[in-house]
């Protein structure tokens, strides 16, 4: 039973355009959403995250914008750089229900940005 | 240092053989996770530590795994008997504290790429 979705397993985008990335989850206890950016042969990177109590978070070229109805959140990355090309995790989290902080991984989605 | 370490980077096992995996956390970190995973998949929890309490050991496939933090720093797990469904890199990660931080996450080493032949 996956609890959490990404869909797409890859995703190609021109430098400087926006790429998408997508992830869904079925569990409405989870209350913390992060995602994390993978390289080869290193271990993921926190990227961004956002807790369920607001439906956008920036950081610089990231965002992530949280749709609690439709139990999915998205990342923005605009404008989209070849250094961008990597593995996408999102990630989600029950804090007020776990007393361990797990987090609950995707799939993962690989971004190419082409030059 | 200044991340998670974790060793070897690559093991190779005969199945049947037992195999440890070490992590050292950030200095100071009081949380320490391991995930295992498994080739095209994301990483999937297997236990927590909170100093040298085990708190969550859901994630352990079975009883081959076992997993220690005696001193509340540095973490071994441990398989027994490994079979080659074990094959998989084993991730590390430590947090300051438990809670998420919004501007934080957790912290992982490189993992450990075990293959089981």
């Known amino acids: 039973d996956q609890q959490v979705k990404q869909n797409s397993p890859s995703l190609s985008v021109q430098e400087g355009r926006i790429s998408i990335l997508n992830c869904d989850y079925t569990?409405?206890?989870?209350?913390?959403f992060l995602w994390y950016k993978k390289y080869p042969a290193e271990g993921p990177t926190f990227l961004i995250s956002i807790s369920s109590i607001k439906d956008k978070n920036e950081d610089g070229r990231f965002t992530v914008f949280l749709n609690k109805s439709a139990k999915h959140l998205s990342l923005h990355i605009v404008p989209s750089q070849p250094g961008d090309s990597a593995v996408y995790f999102c990630?989600?989290?029950?804090?007020?229900?776990?007393?361990?902080?797990?987090?609950?991984f995707g799939q993962g989605t690989t971004l190419q940005v082409k030059p | 240092g200044a991340g998670v370490s974790q060793s070897p980077r690559y093991k190779v096992a005969k199945r049947g053989q037992d195999v440890a995996l070490r992590c050292d956390p950030i200095s100071g970190h009081v949380s320490l996770f391991w995930y295992q995973q498994a080739l095209g998949q994301g990483p999937e929890f297997l236990t927590y530590f909170q100093n040298e309490a085990q708190l969550d050991k859901s994630g352990l496939p079975s009883d081959r795994f076992f997993a220690e933090r005696p001193e509340g720093s540095v973490s071994t797990l441990k398989i027994q008997r490994t079979q080659q469904e074990d094959s998989a890199v084993y991730l590390c990660a430590s947090s300051l504290d438990l809670r998420i931080s919004i501007n934080y996450g957790y912290t992982f080493g490189s993992g450990t790429r075990l293959t089981v032949v």
């Open positions: 990630a989600a989290s029950a804090q007020r229900s776990s007393n361990t902080g797990k987090l609950i």
């Open positions: 569990n409405s206890m989870f209350d913390y």
